[in-house]
């Protein structure tokens, strides 16, 4: 399919809201070999070395959710996302994401979800990946489950994402966008796993493990840009 059936359609301008780096129990250094609940973080498509991203524009066709893409950029704000827990299960701040755990993604820009659903994709026509929810509260649609090697998900890892309620894996195999996104490539879901779904944590903010951890699920609003 080539570009978009409709024109996407900027809404506004994002709002920076990334988690202040001076928050006790942070570490944006290499002293954790693992991911945690509570971390910001850029997750890289080690394929076709793009960044998942997102911004507040639309799609023009399928579900016209906000519009989730892939961007060679490493310095944009757009491409913080925060790990948390589910509506059912706590991620508790600090503690090692584990191999087979259920997580959401919020974009930490706009507070939505990374979420998917049987709506075809704009360019490819694979299964759309979305951002969905309000100040990071979606639905059950917003569950992805971490498939890595051993017990937890290490730093070094390359990683899949499988969304919970279709089975179907976080990727990438291309396909860019023209105006007005132009060169962004589509991130979209697909049924089997290849290279296009191959992820790796890159840039990011991550919480320290903790005697007491707080739980991570709440999304709070603090931040400037760091």
Not at 16 to 45: A, P, Y
Request: proline share 4%; net charge neutral.
């Amino acid at each position: 399919m080539g570009h978009l059936n409709s024109p996407i359609l900027s809404l506004s301008l994002p709002t920076f809201i990334l988690f202040s780096s001076c928050i006790l129990g942070l570490s944006r250094g290499t002293e954790l070999s693992f991911v945690t609940c509570g971390s910001v973080i850029k997750l890289l498509n080690i394929k076709h070395n793009v960044r998942l991203h997102s911004h507040d524009v639309r799609y023009g066709s399928g579900s016209g959710q906000q519009s989730v893409t892939g961007v060679t950029a490493v310095e944009d704000s757009n491409s913080y996302w925060s790990i948390r827990g589910t509506s059912d299960t706590w991620c508790h701040r600090g503690t090692p994401v584990q191999c087979g755990q259920t997580i959401r993604l919020t974009h930490v820009n706009t507070g939505r979800n990374l979420h998917s659903h049987y709506f075809a994709s704009p360019l490819s026509s694979n299964q759309e990946v979305s951002a969905f929810g309000d100040e990071g509260e979606g639905d059950h649609l917003d569950e992805w489950t971490v498939q890595c090697g051993g017990s937890i998900w290490k730093r070094e890892e390359a990683v899949r994402f499988r969304h919970k309620a279709t089975d179907a894996l976080l990727s990438v195999t291309g396909e860019q966008y023209g105006q007005p996104i132009r060169g962004q490539r589509e991130v979209h879901a697909m049924s089997s796993p290849s290279q296009h779904s191959l992820w790796k944590v890159m840039e990011g903010i991550f919480m320290k493990p903790s005697e007491t951890p707080a739980g991570s699920r709440a999304y709070t609003h603090q931040h400037t840009e760091f």
